[in-house]
């Protein structure tokens, strides 16, 4: 049956992707420049069936796909982004509960390494902000050390916003059943599922997209954009694997906004930009399941020469690769 198509909201990058300007020369042939989009919990699946059919002929041109496996005993997303922004064979916490980690974040490590550097976290998973949990020793949790504030200049927290501006976070406006989901039970025609769409887009997406173009305009070393929103709508409920054309519908304008990321950011000099894209863990062809051993597999995708410019493996996580030259 034929589904209606629903309109994605007009991103802000398509308007201001000529305020970018003409890239500065890489004199020295050196690329200090990196961008990571971390979409969390985008499956293998999705990735190949609905989002590179989106992709632009420039992006199709660059892109390097691989799997790699991470090396966690336990498959969790903490684990995982710590493991990305790390380094290999990272583990969130020892058998007493204790932050640990194997190596400096690449925030520090970037500030260090290019003098005047500028970083800057833009996320929608409030567990991402530094300053999100702390134990009985005052120590941060949370996927990023507090160390990390100090290797930022700029940084946003859209799920701690929508909690301060709407009264609930992003993982309750994603859950079909969650008493404090305005759009519960609403959700019953195509029309309604645009407006659900339209409003986490522009509430829970819209200011990090727009604060990474930004960043990309004042030539920013190392931007980090993260987004949550697709792991959070499977964690509540919505699947393509339902047969059901809302769950279609909320998803398709989720992918064509990642895609439409993606596009854009394929579309900087790769000679000035190190783009990589990549998720947490992400399941095998067959397998969507978060807790076995196939949950460890995840994907990395690139505009750079992985093979010959960059010291890369299956195990190599982004920071190992940014900093292996």
């Keep these: 049956m034929k589904k209606k198509l629903l309109l994605i909201p007009t991103l802000s990058l398509t308007l201001v992707v000529a305020s970018c300007g003409t890239p500065k020369p890489n004199v020295n042939n050196e690329i200090k420049n990196f961008i990571l989009l971390g979409l969390d ?17 420039n992006a199709q041109e660059n892109l390097v796909f691989d799997s790699k496996e991470f090396e966690t005993s336990v498959v969790d997303s903490g684990n995982a982004w710590r493991t990305v922004l790390y380094g290999s064979q990272y583990e969130v916490t020892d058998s007493n ?28 998973w409030f567990a991402m902000n530094p300053n999100s949990y ?6 941060t949790w949370g996927v990023l050390d507090r160390d990390v504030n100090n290797a930022l200049d700029d ?3 859209a799920d701690s916003a929508l909690k301060e501006n709407e009264g609930y976070n992003l993982s309750s406006l994603s859950d079909k059943t969650s008493d404090n989901n305005p759009f519960k039970d609403k959700l019953k025609n195509l029309e309604e599922a645009q407006t659900y769409t339209d409003f986490i887009y522009e509430n829970a997406m819209k200011e990090n997209e ?8 004042q030539d920013f070393n190392f931007i980090f954009h993260y987004d949550t929103v697709w792991d959070d709508l499977h964690h509540g409920e919505f699947s393509y694997q339902t047969d059901n054309e809302i769950d279609d519908a909320v998803l398709d304008k989720i992918v064509e906004v990642y895609a439409k990321w993606i596009n ?39 505009n750079q020469d992985l093979g010959t410019k ?3 493996n299956k195990l190599s ?6 900093l292996s030259k």
């Design 41 to 57: 919990g985008l499956d293998y699946q999705t990735l190949q069936t609905k989002v590179m059919p989106l992709l632009n002929e």
């Design 97 to 124: 509960g204790n932050p640990k980690k194997s190596g400096e974040d690449i925030f520090s490590k970037v500030k260090a390494k290019y003098k005047d550097s500028k970083n800057a976290a833009f996320y929608n």
């Design 134 to 139: 702390t134990n009985n020793n005052n120590m």
């Design 155 to 157: 940084q946003f927290d």
């Design 210 to 217: 727009n604060r990474s173009i930004k960043a990309i305009d």
């Design 264 to 302: 854009y950011y394929f579309s900087l000099d790769k000679d000035k930009w190190f783009v990589g894209v990549t998720t947490d863990h992400s399941r095998d062809e067959e397998d969507f399941n978060h807790t076995t051993d196939n949950a460890k597999k995840s994907w990395f995708i690139s």
């Design 310 to 312: 960059y010291k890369y």
């Design 317 to 322: 996580s982004f920071r190992d690769i940014v």
